[in-house]
T-cell receptor
C-alpha cells in the first residue's frame, strides 16, 4: 500500500497546548496537503506545502516537510476545543500540473482538545 | 471558497436495492472528481477517479460493475451502488478538483446503511 502513516493515531491535549502530528510517506511527491475532518463530515483543506518548500505557516498552523526523510509534521498552536477533529495528510505524486492528480491519504490522527 | 454539494447525506436501504449518490461542484468546473470510501475511524480509500466525458478509472479491487460512476458534466458526478449488500455500508465521500489549484474540495459525505 502507498498509504502514508500518521502518528500518533490519537492525541488528547488540554486547551491552550500545542498539538503536533506527524506523517510519513513512501514515494516522491509534488506536494503534501493536510486536511481536517469533523466526525461524519467531509474533509476541509488546511494547508499545502510543495516539495521544494521546507516550512509553511497559516494562522495557528505550521507545517514542515522533509523530503529526504519523506515526512511532514503539522503543528497546531494554542489549541482550542473547536480544533477537535481528525487530521489527515495527503500526498500528491502525480504528473499533472495545476490540479487533477489523485491524493493518497494517511491513516489520520484523531485530536481531542479538552477544556 | 469552492463548494461541493453531495446528496443524500444519509441513506438507509434494503439489501439488493441500488443507491445513487450525487456530487455537484456549485461554483467551479470540476475537471476531475474522486470517490472515496471511509470506514469508521479509518482513512479515506480512493475508489475511482472520474473525468468529465470519459470512463472512470477504478482502483485495484473496486468492482466497476458494482460501483457505477458517471461524470456527465463538468459540475456533476454520480456514484451508483448497485445491488447493495450490508458489506457496502460505509461513508462515501466525493471530492472535486479544477485546474485552478491542486487542493481538493470535498462533499460532506453520504452515510450508506444497507439492512
Amino acid at each position: 500500500s502507498q498509504q502514508g502513516e500518521e502518528d500518533p493515531q490519537a492525541l488528547s491535549i488540554q486547551e491552550g497546548e500545542n498539538a503536533t502530528m506527524n506523517c510519513s510517506y513512501k514515494t516522491s511527491i509534488n506536494n503534501l496537503q493536510w486536511y481536517r475532518q469533523n466526525s461524519g463530515r467531509g474533509l476541509v483543506h488546511l494547508i499545502l506545502i510543495r516539495s521544494n518548500e521546507r516550512e509553511k505557516h497559516s494562522g495557528r498552523l505550521r507545517v514542515t516537510l522533509d523530503t529526504s526523510k519523506k515526512s511532514s509534521s503539522l503543528l497546531i498552536t494554542a489549541s482550542r476545543a473547536a480544533d477537535t477533529a481528525s487530521y489527515f495528510c495527503a500526498t500528491d505524486a502525480g504528473t499533472l500540473t495545476g490540479g487533477g492528480n489523485k491524493l493518497t491519504f494517511g491513516t489520520g490522527t484523531q485530536l481531542k482538545v479538552e477544556l | 471558497g469552492a463548494v461541493v454539494s453531495q446528496h443524500p447525506s444519509r441513506v438507509i436501504c434494503k439489501s439488493g436495492t441500488s443507491v445513487k449518490i450525487e456530487c455537484r461542484s456549485l461554483d467551479f468546473q470540476a475537471t476531475t472528481m474522486f470517490w472515496y470510501r471511509q470506514f469508521p475511524k479509518q482513512s479515506l480509500m480512493l475508489m475511482a477517479t472520474s473525468n468529465e466525458g470519459s470512463k472512470a478509472t477504478y482502483e485495484q479491487g473496486v468492482e466497476k460493475d458494482k460501483f457505477l460512476i458517471n461524470h456527465a458534466s463538468l459540475t456533476l458526478s454520480t456514484l451508483t451502488v448497485t445491488s447493495a449488500h450490508p458489506e457496502d455500508s460505509s461513508f462515501y465521500i466525493c471530492s472535486a478538483s479544477s485546474w485552478v489549484g491542486e487542493k481538493l474540495f470535498f462533499g460532506s459525505g453520504t452515510q450508506l446503511s444497507v439492512l
